[in-house]
């Protein structure tokens, strides 16, 4: 009993100290890009010297997958949430309409991202979206409970839309990497009109492309439509 009352206290203080790398981690990318990251300049940020580092990350690659669950928790959690308001405020829809705005909201939540959290969304897109091995096999691998747990609740969408008939039988994983990959590729529309100030925006974008896809799913055009209007009506009255 000793010995459990003195492991855990130590295992927190572990836990903490490991978070609060992170938290440094995190805002010196989001103040000076993934370039600045090293394990000195975190350590000097802390006050420490950077061999204390290694007992909580075995390396820069540790600490940098670290930051990618972090980040890829943080709009996990956000979408859980934004997932459950959607469900308490869509009871009165049919299933099939219901099914299919879950997913054009979805849509419009992802593409917003870069502005509601954009330091959460900068990591979660890098880590994500960069052809590049960013970090060694072992560091991506302790990473992959939490990507899956993501990609499973964004993957259900299409599950509960083919099982209330709003879609045809398809493969949900490709649909589900299909959809995302689209929306991600909106979300560029952003600097875009750096450029082009006449660009659409990604919001502006998002509704067409869910359709363009659903369509391909089977969707009928009056359903997705539907599922739109409700959409709207639902931001309408949250506004």
Do not use: C
């Not at 100290?17 to 995190?26: G, S």
């Not at 090293?38 to 990350?57: C, D, H, P, Q, S």
């Not at 308001?85 to 917003?112: G, N, P």
Request: proline share 4%; net charge positive; hydrophobic share 50%.
């Amino acid at each position: 009993m000793n010995v459990v009352h003195e492991f855990i206290p130590h295992a927190r203080q572990k836990d903490i100290k490991a978070e609060a790398l992170v938290d440094t981690a995190m805002a010196l990318i989001a103040k000076e890009g993934l370039e600045a990251l090293t394990l000195a300049r975190v350590a000097k940020e802390l006050g420490l010297v950077t061999t204390a580092i290694y007992r909580y990350f075995a390396s820069k690659d540790a600490l940098l997958a670290a930051l990618h669950r972090r980040a890829i928790h943080t709009v996990h959690e956000r979408f859980r949430s934004e997932l459950q308001r959607w469900d308490e405020r869509s009871k009165r829809m049919s299933d099939d309409t219901r099914a299919l705005a879950k997913i054009v909201a979805t849509a419009r939540f992802y593409v917003s991202l870069p502005e509601k959290m954009p330091e959460a969304f900068r990591l979660f897109a890098l880590m994500l979206a960069d052809p590049r091995p960013l970090v060694d096999d072992e560091s991506a691998i302790a990473s992959i409970p939490v990507v899956a747990g993501f990609i499973g609740d964004a993957s259900g969408l299409f599950v509960e839309a083919e099982r209330v008939k709003a879609i045809e039988p398809g493969m949900q994983l490709a649909r589900t990497a299909m959809f995302w990959a689209t929306l991600h590729g909106l979300t560029q529309l952003a600097k875009l009109r750096r450029l082009a100030p006449e660009s659409p925006t990604p919001l502006a974008v998002a509704d067409q492309a869910t359709l363009t896809l659903l369509r391909g799913m089977g969707a009928t055009d009056v359903g997705i439509r539907r599922a739109i209007r409700a959409v709207d009506k639902l931001t309408e009255a949250s506004a």
